[in-house]
Nanobody
Framework: QVQLVESGGGLVQAGGSLRLSCAAS????????VGWFRQAPGKEREFVAR????????FYADSVKGRFTISRDSAKNTVYLQMNSLKPEDTAVYYC??????????WGQGTQVTVSS
């Protein structure tokens, strides 16, 4: 089992920044990467970004490219999502997910991000 705990969400004005953290514990060695997803009210959960534990590969949704940066600290088993130039449409619950064989298998409880206009 892998446990994931997100933190760092909150309320920010449009144009502002937030940094989310995802702390992983348990059998993290069984996972190959960690990603972020988000779900806005009335919408389906969508992919945001993903990074391999090696840090060699990163992936982003088109909607966040150039604004969000995913990074990891392997020694701390922690993945970060730096979100800049936030927009009201970025408002959602953000979830961290650990991948096995390139599929999200474990999920955190989510953290709320609200961007006011």
């Amino acid at each position: 089992q892998v446990q994931l705990v997100e933190s760092g969400g909150g309320l920010v004005q449009a144009g502002g920044s937030l940094r989310l953290s995802c702390a992983a514990s348990g059998r993290t060695f069984s996972t190959d990467s960690v990603g972020w997803f988000r779900q806005a009210p009335g919408k389906e959960r969508e992919f945001v970004a993903r990074i391999t534990w090696t840090g060699l590969s990163t992936f982003y949704a088109d909607s966040v490219k150039g604004r969000f940066t995913i990074s990891r600290d392997s020694a701390k088993n922690t993945v970060y999502l730096q979100m800049n130039s936030l927009k009201p449409e970025d408002t959602a619950v953000y979830y961290c997910a650990a991948y096995i064989y390139s599929l999200p298998r474990y999920w955190g409880q989510g953290t709320q991000v609200t961007v006011s206009s």
